[in-house]
């Protein structure tokens, strides 16, 4: 067999390796699992609240709980007991983590409550409506970043999900 064959046999191999990888790596799994159920969350909190269902919270940025704070709450922890929380793997997690969810409590927060002003502005005053009438303006998204009590909801639901794995995987 020529090498041209016997490497085409292997990176052949190799691609079904990875998929194979995808569909075992727990740590990846549950820190989707988190994200996504913290997002439904957002649905079946509303719907408790208002009596009527949004779907829309589902696919939106902020809200409670933060389903970015959720998912990297379970990836952060999950590195840390499975590598120890001296490896470089938790430690990068750790940092990116602070990062996001620093960013979801103030910059997106804040840039949320731009939109809120900005909203007031175009669709509430006189001033908004003619210039609308100029130029299409749209609906700026208010609900973008979290508050405290929103991040906090994110972090226990990851903890819940990353103690889910621990018991049943690990």
């Given at each position: 067999?020529?090498l041209?064959k016997?490497l085409?046999?292997?990176y052949?191999?190799?691609e079904?390796?990875?998929?194979?990888?995808?569909?075992?790596?727990?740590?990846l799994?549950f820190?989707?699992?988190?994200?996504?159920?913290?997002?439904?969350?957002?649905v079946?909190?509303?719907?408790a609240?208002?009596k009527?269902?949004n779907?829309?919270?589902?696919?939106?940025?902020g809200?409670?709980?933060?389903?970015?704070t959720?998912?990297?709450?379970?990836?952060?922890?999950?590195?840390?007991?499975r590598?120890g929380?001296?490896?470089p793997?938790?430690?990068?997690?750790f940092v990116?983590?602070?990062?996001?969810?620093?960013?979801?409590?103030s910059?997106r927060?804040?840039?949320g409550?731009?939109?809120k002003?900005m909203?007031?502005?175009?669709?509430?005053?006189?001033?908004g409506?003619?210039l609308?009438?100029?130029i299409?303006?749209?609906i700026?998204e208010?609900?973008?970043g979290h508050?405290g009590?929103?991040?906090?909801?994110?972090l226990?639901?990851g903890?819940?999900?990353?103690?889910?794995d621990i018991?049943?995987i690990?």
């Open positions: 067999m020529s041209y016997k085409k046999i292997y052949k191999q190799e079904k390796m990875w998929i194979k990888e995808l569909f075992i790596n727990d740590i799994i820190s989707v699992i988190s994200s996504l159920t913290a997002q439904l969350l957002k079946i909190f509303y719907f609240q208002k009527k269902i779907w829309r919270l589902a696919i939106s940025p809200g409670n709980p933060s389903s970015h959720a998912a990297v709450t379970t990836l952060t922890l999950l590195l840390g007991v590598y929380l001296g490896s793997y938790f430690t990068i997690s990116i983590a602070s990062i996001i969810i620093v960013d979801a409590l910059l927060r804040e840039v409550e731009h939109s002003t909203n007031e502005i175009f669709w509430g005053t006189a001033w409506k003619k609308r009438e100029v299409d303006i749209k700026f208010e609900l973008i508050t009590l929103e991040v906090a909801a994110g226990s639901w903890l819940i999900i990353a103690a889910i018991i049943l690990q």
